[in-house]
């Protein structure tokens, strides 16, 4: 063969090897390297997206890299979750919600995913109670006299949930079970429009954050009868737990948390989690957790919160089924 039948071989063979050269090196191109979208499944405003983008910020000086919000409400969370579970598994896409479209909405309605087997839970960010209250004309002054009310005046006593099928909404459920009492669910699109009713008296009770109730406890327009939380807490100190009162079914902080697509590098997880949990315990995202009516989740592995995922999954499953709730 002459050296001219030579030459495009030759040429072809180092092309190739030039490919099989460059290919692990781009593989190994270290994370991040381009922004990082934080997915938030509601409107811009409200706590999940105020917290978002609290940790965004100080989230894109931390990796040097800019942090977006991409926020995709619907579907009570499970439109943000099924955009998350379909994107690279990369890193650069990470689900920053409440713990309803991971744990509660799926045992209640269909799903295009499946929480536990397509997503990777990143890292626990904040816990906050729920808050038992009725409008300060209410004649009742505690649970138990909330629970004889509704005995003796049967159908007549309601009480207004954020949203249906979420955990304001199937607290109520659990008090009902436990009482064997009626108490009337009326769910709204949100915390405000809640709130207003119930102050204005068109609803008795509610089930909502400390963010919400507390400025109407303060100012005499509700009554706190009990939170969710498995202690008291520090903005409503003098209420008591459900647990307290003999509820323990009913005790149970919400919480928000970070999720990555399955599949994502156990280091780029690592790091994520180590970044977030860093970042929810420092000054000024402590002080919008207040704002919130929530406090920083206890710091923990990814492994961890993945494992009380898991737990929370199925109690809710359980809390679901026996309630009878389903939203097709």
């Not at 919600?97 to 509660?104: G, H, K, L, S, Y």
């Not at 049967?154 to 607290?171: K, L």
Request: glycine share 8%.
């Amino acid at each position: 063969m002459s050296s001219f039948g030579r030459r495009p071989r030759l040429a072809m063979i180092a092309a190739t090897a030039m490919c099989l050269i460059v290919q692990p090196v781009a593989a190994q191109t270290p994370w991040p390297s381009r922004p990082v979208r934080l997915v938030v499944p509601f409107p811009p405003g409200g706590s999940t997206d105020l917290l978002a983008r609290a940790l965004g910020e100080k989230l894109s000086k931390s990796l040097g890299q800019a942090v977006v919000i991409d926020n995709k409400p619907g579907a009570s969370g499970a439109l943000a979750a099924e955009s998350v579970v379909r994107a690279d598994p990369d890193g650069y896409t990470v689900l920053v919600t409440i713990q309803a479209p991971v744990v509660v909405v799926p045992h209640y309605t269909t799903v295009r995913y499946d929480p536990l087997r397509d997503l990777v839970p990143v890292a626990a960010l904040a816990n906050g109670p729920l808050v038992f209250a009725g409008n300060a004309a209410f004649p009742a002054r505690n649970v138990k006299e909330v629970v004889a009310y509704a005995r003796t005046h049967p159908n007549t006593v309601s009480y207004a949930s954020f949203s249906p099928g979420t955990w304001s909404h199937f607290a109520g459920l659990l008090l009902n079970r436990h009482e064997k009492i009626d108490l009337l669910h009326v769910g709204y699109k949100g915390s405000a429009p809640a709130i207003g009713d119930v102050v204005g008296g068109q609803v008795q009770l509610i089930f909502d954050g400390q963010a919400t109730v507390l400025p109407m406890v303060k100012a005499g327009k509700l009554r706190a009868y009990a939170v969710t939380s498995a202690t008291r807490t520090r903005l409503l100190p003098d209420v008591p737990t459900f647990a307290e009162l003999g509820y323990p079914e009913i005790s149970s902080d919400g919480w928000m948390g970070a999720f990555a697509p399955a599949k994502t590098p156990d280091a780029v997880v690592k790091r994520l989690n180590a970044e977030l949990v860093k970042l929810v315990n420092t000054p000024e995202v402590m002080e919008r957790l207040n704002t919130l009516g929530a406090e920083p989740a206890s710091a923990m592995d990814a492994a961890r919160f993945g494992r009380q995922v898991a737990s929370d999954y199925k109690r809710w499953g359980d809390i679901v089924r026996t309630s009878g709730y389903r939203q097709e």
